[in-house]
């Protein structure tokens, strides 16, 4: 198995195929209300506390899954990318949302109300048992994100979250990704001040790891990245 192939079943919801080749009238239960919303970057899609409303599907952009703690700051621990479904924790479980969700780049996001999300599930067994088996892996998934913090270096987890985020970004070859991210919401991935982030930066691009761009960041030496992540 590729590295980048292990990266995305390891650190990655794969919830993308959640309403793939359903029944048309479970199709039309979920289509019948849905909305696509324009988000700004840095705009909140829900937040941490709040009621749920619905389940939303990223159609177009980024959007950083976070949580606050007690002294203000941010901790993000996952980045959704493109067709990717968020929120469906909540509403399943009745609770307030456990995290809070905010927009990378400028995104449209699908949205889809609490009463239509709950009618499909309980009409297709097909989406009941998918979403069953998508919980059960996001749960791997969370625990992943942990060791990585538990276990890992700051440097092992600079390499680390900058592989992981390619996976997101990646469109087509991987050394023309480009992975836009702003240095205070990658120190908060990676779990370490804004000032050491930035001094990793410096070394990655000393030791021709990577190359960078104001918010850009390029990946020059995957392999050596890989080796850096301690990864395998």
Do not use: W
């Not at 195929?17 to 479970?26: A, E």
């Not at 998934?141 to 592989?163: D, M």
């Amino acid at each position: 198995m590729e590295i980048n192939e292990l990266l995305n079943k390891q650190y990655s919801f794969n919830n993308q195929d959640l309403f793939s080749d359903l029944p048309d009238s479970v199709c039309d239960i979920i289509k019948s209300n849905m909305m696509t919303l324009p988000f700004k970057a840095g705009q909140y899609i829900f937040k941490e506390g709040e009621k749920p409303k619905g389940i939303y599907r990223v159609k177009k952009g980024k959007v950083k899954k976070l949580t606050q703690t007690n002294f203000g700051a941010q901790h993000i621990f996952y980045m959704c990318k493109e067709n990717e479904f968020l929120g469906y924790h909540a509403v399943l479980s009745k609770e307030t949302y456990a995290d809070s969700a905010i927009a990378l780049v400028d995104s449209d996001i699908d949205f889809i109300s609490e009463l239509d999300f709950i009618q499909a599930v309980n009409t297709s067994h097909l989406l009941s048992q998918r979403l069953l088996k998508n919980l059960s892996h996001e749960f791997r998934v969370y625990i992943n994100a942990t060791k990585i913090l538990a276990k890992h270096t700051v440097r092992e987890r600079a390499a680390l979250n900058l592989l992981i985020l390619e996976t997101k970004f990646r469109n087509g070859s991987q050394k023309d990704t480009e992975i836009i991210i702003n240095r205070d919401d990658l120190a908060s991935m990676v779990g370490t001040a804004k000032e050491s982030l930035v001094r990793m930066l410096k070394d990655f691009k000393e030791e021709k790891l990577i190359t960078s761009k104001r918010s850009s960041i390029f990946i020059e030496d995957y392999e050596g990245l890989v080796k850096v992540a301690n990864f395998l």
